[in-house]
């Protein structure tokens, strides 16, 4: 066990929690692991383009074929993969320079997925900030689906209610829409009269790219061929990236909107790893990983599975919950805390959610 991560300083406990985290912290530095890894993220970049191109290629090669929802399959696995990479492009994890990163951002996520980088980004810097605090995280912010029953004035009745009983076994059906509500919630703030941090740059990529994109498959596929090839790469685009997002916090504690609780606490209670080997972090890109994201978010990508060992330690030291399980569990967890929510929804008194957050500190 590493003595510098172990010492207990004098003081509150939430001075203690400061400075031991400022200890981790030191650890984590000292063992470069929070060096750039610039090798690996211009690797990923040119073989994600290469991939597009590839694609972009077999669409215009295959022609009318029903071959084409493959194509549209494969589209949607990209396209994914490109956000897991602007997202940590957001996260300041690939070059040392702000502008750099926000650049990459701009064009991976409104030139090459035609979402806005500005609305998922501010959107999701309030998440990082407070995760599953009601009123601060737009994650957990009530919509078709309810996360929690806090500030729900009246029960659901009616086919609210019936959908809020069932919303756990719809929630991943649901996600087939979520491509579709990305681009749209993107194309919404980049037109819209909020302030956007450089809006010209957003209109002209997420213009480039819909516009291309809608050309490339209405001129080489039939009408019929491809509307289900946008419904194919769509809907898998919003299921993959449902799929990797609900696992990390969805089922964990609810932080009831007055709550005050320290950095430390806050990261790891709330966020949930996922388990499962190299495919594993492949295909979440590295967000399965969700703590030690969490604690340490611009750490670059394949830092973050060596730093683990360190949170894990660190944590059980101090008697801290750290919370771990495979993908399916995860889902599982899922399915069942929203049913549970659901319930509650048609009978506020019946599932006080806070609980769960008490029991948790």
Not at 104 to 129: D, E, I, P, T
Not at 134 to 143: L, M, R
Not at 319 to 333: D, W
């Amino acid at each position: 066990m590493n003595p510098s991560i172990t010492a207990t300083k004098p003081g509150a406990p939430r001075e203690r929690q400061v400075s031991e985290f400022t200890a981790l912290s030191r650890t984590v530095q000292d063992a470069g692991l929070m060096r750039r890894r610039h090798g690996y993220y211009w690797t990923r970049f040119v073989v994600l383009t290469a991939l597009l191109g590839g694609l972009v290629s077999a669409v215009v090669l295959i022609g009318d074929s029903w071959w084409q929802l493959a194509v549209a399959a494969g589209f949607a696995l990209v396209f994914g993969q490109v956000m897991f990479l602007g997202h940590d492009a957001a996260h300041r994890q690939i070059f040392a320079s702000g502008k750099w990163n926000d650049w990459s951002s701009l064009v991976l996520a409104n030139l090459y997925s035609g979402m806005s980088y500005g609305w998922w980004n501010h959107k999701h810097s309030r998440h990082h900030a407070k995760p599953n605090q009601v009123g601060y995280d737009p994650d957990i912010n009530a919509d078709v689906i309810l996360f929690h029953t806090e500030t729900l004035e009246a029960p659901r009745k009616g086919f609210p209610g019936w959908f809020a009983k069932r919303q756990g076994w719809l929630f991943f059906p649901l996600l087939l829409l979520e491509g579709i509500n990305l681009h749209a919630s993107g194309v919404k703030t980049v037109f819209g009269r909020g302030e956007v941090k450089r809006r010209p740059v957003e209109i002209a990529f997420v213009t480039l790219r819909l516009g291309g994109y809608l050309g490339l498959v209405f001129w080489f596929l039939p009408l019929g061929m491809a509307f289900a090839f946008l419904g194919v790469q769509l809907g898998l685009f919003g299921l993959y990236m449902g799929a990797v997002f609900a696992p990390n916090h969805k089922g964990m504690p609810i932080v009831p909107p007055n709550s005050k609780i320290d950095f430390l606490s806050r990261q790891v209670l709330m966020s949930r790893n996922v388990h499962g080997g190299r495919f594993t972090d492949w295909f979440m890109g590295g967000l399965n990983y969700q703590v030690e994201h969490h604690l340490f978010p611009s750490m670059a990508r394949p830092h973050l599975r060596r730093v683990q060992p360190i949170v894990k330690e660190f944590c059980a030291a101090r008697g801290i919950p750290y919370t771990e399980t495979s993908l399916m569990a995860s889902y599982g967890i899922v399915v069942r805390y929203l049913n549970k929510v659901g319930l509650a929804a048609r009978d506020p008194f019946q599932c006080p959610l806070t609980a769960e957050y008490r029991s948790a500190r």
